[in-house]
């Protein structure tokens, strides 16, 4: 019988990925994902376009996200919430740029058209911005193509010789320090395109030329110094006109606008008798008045400390308004930003005599772009969100009934008067201080109407008034300070405010939605001997 020879194959299932399997295209998959954001910053700031992909997509979600979530955000992380989202959104374009890295790794065209996607994501993000242009396309279209193009390279540098069509990582030390350089190049362009792009956007913006040309026309004006008694000198109480650089900000805006004074215009129509357009030479020239004038913010918690005082420097809302005649009919204006965040204020507030202003200085200084540079509006008694118009660049006059503005879509209430409030600030909550004599101390404010007296308990006993300090008008808020004889013990600390019209703070507690938030500030305390 003839020996017949089997031709015997072993099948081999293929071995499951491992992390050491995955590390590699992970790591290709970030690197082309950083060298994508890189160029899109750097065309941004080569076209002087700000709608780089990270920030239109987090703009995008703010626009979307339910009202509740926003406040949940302020009342977590206060002025860093945007810094948060930025982070966040980092970190899941992150990992989804390491899970598309494996993926090309394994089937190339799914991965490319997986990273082509995100790129799309991102684009149609920047194409729902306000006032886009087919040039704010630029950046994320070519961050995209330069992603692309990196991501195929990459993954063509973990693939092992003699295994066609499969790309594994590098299993000799040479191939591994081929891929680590190829990956180093590719991080090192993102790092210095990105970092050049942010550059060249400041610079071609002109904002800091523009602050700066403004800053020394004001410097031949006197400065204004806080009237004398209105600071009470008390230590580690919050400061009476608040610095800039720590004056609280709370907006929608990611990217803020980068707007030149000289390319700015203020349109002004609707119901008005006559339409204009004010630059920002037409409207300095006009005539600076400076105001103190505290802002408040109607996400602010009891106690909370999203408000700050400055003296602000502007034209007079209502000399503009005078200048275009509004209809009887109207009852409204409705503001815009640059960036297309708009805000309904009643016609009457902008109308009544108070120091509603289009503001364009802040404590003697340029406003800082934060802020609203060039111009932003500055109205007492209201919360921001239906008055404090950053960046503004239009003005219709209207009426509330035809229009929607930004939050009372998300369920704000229409008009936002503020609500008289009052904080204890010295000592803090849980803090623990000697026995004796101690200075119980924090601000009250009720803008508009002024704060006539402020008192403070201990342990649900006699209310007992509070010094004040001065004030120069009833725009401000109003420092307070009560000697308390304390005792030895845990001690519980309250406090409530009385307007100049007598109204006297609310006790019931209510959130801040939908009209701001209600309520006397408490603070727990340990008296030792």
Same mark, same amino acid.
Not at 301 to 312: F, I, K, R, S, T
């Given at each position: 019988?003839?020996?017949?020879?089997?031709?015997?194959?072993?099948?081999?299932?293929? +071995?499951?990925?491992?992390?050491?399997?995955?590390?590699?295209?992970?790591?290709?998959?970030?690197?082309?994902?950083?060298?994508?954001?890189?160029? #899109?910053?750097?065309?941004?700031?080569?076209?002087?376009?700000?709608?780089?992909?990270?920030?239109?997509?987090?703009?995008?979600?703010?626009?979307?996200?339910?009202?509740?979530?926003?406040?949940?955000?302020?009342?977590?992380?206060? *002025?860093?919430?945007?810094?948060?989202?930025?982070?966040?959104?980092?970190?899941?374009?992150? !990992?989804?740029? #390491?899970?598309?890295? =494996?993926?090309?790794?394994?089937?190339?065209? !799914?991965?490319?058209?997986?990273?082509?996607?995100?790129?799309?994501?991102?684009?149609?993000?920047?194409?729902?911005?306000?006032?886009?242009?087919?040039?704010?396309?630029?950046?994320?279209?070519?961050?995209?193509?330069?992603?692309?193009?990196?991501?195929?390279?990459?993954? %063509?540098?973990?693939?092992?010789?003699?295994?066609?069509?499969?790309?594994?990582?590098?299993?000799?030390?040479?191939?591994?320090?081929?891929?680590?350089?190829?990956?180093?190049?590719? !991080?090192?362009?993102? +790092?210095?395109?990105?970092?050049? @792009?942010?550059?060249?956007?400041?610079?071609?913006?002109?904002?800091?030329?523009?602050?700066?040309?403004?800053?020394?026309?004001?410097?031949?004006?006197?400065?204004?110094?806080?009237?004398?008694?209105?600071?009470?000198?008390?230590?580690?109480?919050?400061?009476?006109?608040?610095?800039?650089?720590?004056?609280?900000?709370?907006?929608?805006?990611?990217?803020?606008?980068?707007?030149?004074?000289?390319?700015?215009?203020?349109?002004?129509?609707?119901?008005?008798?006559?339409?204009?357009?004010?630059?920002?030479?037409?409207?300095?020239?006009?005539?600076? =008045?400076?105001?103190?004038?505290?802002?408040?913010?109607?996400?602010?918690?009891?106690?909370?400390?999203?408000?700050?005082?400055?003296?602000?420097?502007?034209?007079?809302?209502?000399?503009?308004?005078?200048?275009? @005649?509004?209809?009887?009919?109207?009852?409204?204006?409705?503001? $815009?930003?640059?960036?297309?965040?708009?805000?309904?204020?009643?016609?009457?507030?902008? *109308?009544?005599?108070?120091?509603?202003?289009?503001? =364009?200085?802040?404590?003697?200084?340029?406003?800082?772009?934060?802020?609203?540079?060039?111009?932003?509006?500055?109205? /007492?008694?209201?919360?921001?969100?239906?008055?404090? $118009?950053?960046?503004?660049?239009?003005?219709?006059?209207?009426?509330?009934?035809?229009?929607? +503005?930004?939050?009372?879509?998300?369920?704000?209430?229409?008009?936002?008067?503020?609500? $008289?409030?009052?904080?204890?600030?010295?000592?803090?909550?849980?803090?623990?201080?000697?026995?004796?004599?101690?200075?119980?101390?924090?601000?009250?404010? #009720?803008?508009?109407?002024?704060?006539?007296?402020?008192?403070?308990?201990? %342990?649900?006993? /006699?209310?007992?008034?509070?010094?004040?300090?001065? =004030?120069?008008?009833?725009?401000?808020?109003?420092?307070?300070?009560?000697?308390?004889?304390?005792?030895?013990?845990?001690?519980?600390?309250?406090?409530?405010?009385?307007?100049?019209?007598?109204?006297?703070?609310?006790?019931?507690?209510?959130?801040?939605?939908?009209?701001?938030?209600?309520?006397?500030?408490?603070?727990?305390?340990?008296?030792?001997?």
């Amino acid at each position: 019988m003839a020996n017949v020879a089997h031709d015997r194959r072993v099948i081999e299932a293929p +071995a499951p990925p491992t992390r050491r399997t995955l590390r590699w295209p992970a790591l290709a998959g970030l690197a082309a994902a950083a060298l994508g954001l890189g160029v #899109a910053e750097l065309v941004a700031g080569l076209l002087g376009r700000t709608a780089t992909p990270v920030v239109a997509v987090g703009e995008a979600f703010i626009d979307r996200v339910p009202g509740w979530l926003k406040d949940l955000a302020v009342d977590w992380f206060g *002025t860093a919430d945007k810094a948060v989202l930025l982070g966040g959104v980092l970190v899941v374009f992150a !990992a989804l740029s #390491a899970g598309i890295g =494996v993926l090309t790794a394994r089937r190339r065209s !799914a991965g490319l058209l997986a990273a082509a996607g995100l790129g799309l994501v991102a684009a149609l993000a920047v194409w729902t911005r306000p006032d886009t242009t087919v040039n704010d396309l630029w950046p994320t279209v070519l961050g995209s193509g330069a992603s692309l193009i990196a991501l195929d390279r990459l993954v %063509d540098r973990t693939a092992e010789s003699g295994r066609p069509g499969r790309a594994e990582p590098p299993n000799d030390p040479n191939g591994r320090r081929a891929f680590l350089r190829a990956a180093g190049v590719v !991080a090192g362009l993102a +790092a210095v395109s990105g970092g050049i @792009g942010r550059w060249l956007g400041s610079r071609r913006s002109g904002v800091e030329e523009s602050r700066d040309a403004l800053a020394l026309e004001l410097a031949d004006q006197p400065a204004v110094s806080p009237p004398a008694g209105a600071d009470l000198g008390v230590e580690e109480a919050q400061p009476w006109q608040t610095p800039n650089g720590v004056f609280y900000r709370i907006d929608t805006a990611l990217s803020v606008p980068l707007v030149r004074s000289e390319d700015w215009r203020l349109r002004l129509h609707g119901l008005v008798e006559r339409e204009m357009n004010l630059t920002f030479d037409e409207l300095v020239g006009l005539g600076l =008045v400076e105001r103190w004038v505290t802002l408040a913010c109607v996400s602010n918690e009891v106690g909370g400390y999203l408000a700050g005082n400055a003296l602000w420097s502007g034209v007079p809302v209502a000399t503009v308004l005078e200048m275009v @005649g509004p209809s009887p009919d109207a009852d409204a204006v409705r503001s $815009t930003s640059a960036d297309g965040w708009t805000a309904g204020t009643p016609l009457d507030v902008l *109308t009544d005599g108070r120091d509603a202003l289009f503001a =364009v200085a802040m404590n003697g200084e340029p406003l800082p772009v934060e802020h609203g540079f060039p111009v932003r509006m500055v109205v /007492p008694g209201l919360y921001g969100y239906v008055s404090a $118009t950053k960046w503004v660049v239009d003005l219709e006059v209207s009426r509330f009934d035809d229009f929607d +503005a930004y939050w009372t879509t998300r369920g704000w209430s229409e008009r936002g008067p503020i609500k $008289t409030a009052s904080r204890i600030e010295v000592p803090r909550s849980g803090a623990t201080v000697n026995a004796g004599r101690t200075a119980v101390a924090g601000m009250a404010w #009720a803008q508009h109407r002024g704060i006539q007296a402020v008192e403070v308990r201990v %342990d649900d006993g /006699p209310w007992q008034r509070a010094r004040l300090g001065n =004030v120069p008008t009833a725009d401000t808020w109003r420092q307070w300070v009560w000697e308390w004889d304390a005792e030895p013990g845990d001690h519980r600390l309250q406090v409530r405010a009385t307007a100049s019209d007598g109204e006297l703070q609310i006790e019931d507690e209510a959130p801040p939605a939908p009209d701001g938030a209600t309520g006397w500030h408490r603070v727990s305390v340990e008296v030792q001997s």
